[in-house]
């Protein structure tokens, strides 16, 4: 069992920037990556971006250049740092680990609102 709990989220003005964290317990030596994804009002869930446990990232292209996953192992924790947000970035954001079995893990979920 991996346990997930995130930052709170916020409120913030159009370009912005907000950081969000995720701090990971349990059998954490199962965890292959880690990531976040996001669901908009009347909208499915969609991955923002990803981090291995090697370090490797990817993102969805709408996010490239202003936002930044990272992770502190020592930590067990995984950011996301956002910068230049948009309206259209608002979201319930989900901090998510899978393990080695390809499972996935789910955090509660922390509402994120940029205002125009």
């Known amino acids: 069992q991996v346990q997930l709990v995130e930052s709170r989220g916020g409120l913030v003005q159009a370009g912005g920037s907000l950081r969000l964290s995720c701090a990971a317990s349990g059998s954490i030596f199962s965890i292959d990556a880690m990531g976040w994804y996001r669901q908009a009002p009347g909208k499915q869930r969609e991955l923002v971006a990803t981090?291995?446990?090697?370090?490797?990232?990817t993102y969805v292209d709408s996010v490239k250049g202003r936002f930044t996953i990272s992770r502190d192992n020592a930590k067990n924790t995984v950011l996301l740092q956002m910068n230049s947000l948009k309206p259209e970035d608002t979201a319930v954001y989900y901090c998510?680990?899978?393990?080695?079995?390809?499972?996935?893990?789910w955090g509660q979920g922390t509402q994120v609102t940029v205002s125009s």
């Open positions: 981090i291995t446990s090697g370090g490797s990232t």
């Open positions: 998510s680990a899978r393990v080695l079995s390809g499972y996935h893990y």
